[in-house]
């Protein structure tokens, strides 16, 4: 018998692993720790969402992959209503328990391998890669196609808005995404976890159309209103913080998100019954979304002051959780500069090799917290 091949070992070291040092001297700060280190939400699930979930808590019955069709069509009216998409058919929709789950796992539902290339952004949430070398695919991290030359890769990400940077690809750039793609017959995974918190661009269509906004992979100006090749992915995770719940979806070419219905409706990927009523009474409504926009938008002023205050100098941040901060620094100093004021940040060399002077800072704390961080800046 060979000996047993461990899949880790493919994987890079767990990066948070690196910071457990620093996050204890952060913790250690008399007033305790404000954890700006993760974006993960910290307010409660809103009442109507939780009032969905319960509702169903006695089903028995095995849940299907494909979801409820009031989930899938409340998917369409959402994306059609918030961001402007429109010519989406429900059976293009298939929900996902977490979209960190599907981008771990699309590089493979796809078929791709050894001889594929997977194009990430240059400085990227970690998942991305994590998935092509789960795959085994090649990897290479650009944001200008021009510098893959000749190559013709299989599958290329784009994330706007982006984590961590908070960058927004404008329309006339997520074109020449697409044209690009389907002249060298590449699939488009578009990661808009984000695309419902724009801070000084618009979101979608919805909020007045501004050029210049953040808008989908699928909006009609992006891609005149053909799906082929392109998927969008989108979390309820961060705009209903319902990352507790596990809920997502993958949207967009009706063929392909057929084979990933296919694929996963085997290997038992399927979302529980409660969780997709849940995720269709939190499309359903977009006010709670407000809610916590207006949330994040008033900690992101606070926090930003406060970190220019200081010194910092903020890049883009547009749009997203975070502010994407440096002192000009290596970013592990400037992790032990936060943590001596009780303050936890993610360094930026998680996310690339170009990023080693940047820290990311989330809005997800409480206001408690973050008014405690900016008084500790000041
Ligand atoms: C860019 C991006 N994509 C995907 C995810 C995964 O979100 P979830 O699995 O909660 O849907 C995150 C979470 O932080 C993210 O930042």
Redesign the pocket.
Known sequence: MSPRRRVSALLPDFPWDTIASVKAKAAAHPDGIVDLSV?TPVDPVDPLIRAALSSVADVPGYPTTHGTPELRAAAVDALKRRYGITGLDPAAVLPVI???EL?AGLPRLLGLGADDLVVIPEVA?P?YEVGALLAGTKVVRADGLTQLGPQSPALIYV?SPS?PTGKVLGVEHLRKVVQFARERGAVVAS?E?YLGLAWSVSSGRSAGSAPGGAVSILDPEVCDGDHTGLLAVH?L?KTSNL?SYRA?FVVGDAELVAELLEVRKHSGMMVPFPIQAAMTAALGDDAHEAVQRERYRARREVLRKALQGAGFRIDHSEAGLYLWSTRGEPCRTTLEWLAERGILAAPGDFYGPGAGEYVRIALTASDERIEAAAQRLA
Do not use: E, F, L, W
């Open positions: 974006g977490g979209t960190k981008i949430y998942t994330n984590n990661d976890c979390s995770s990352a997502g």
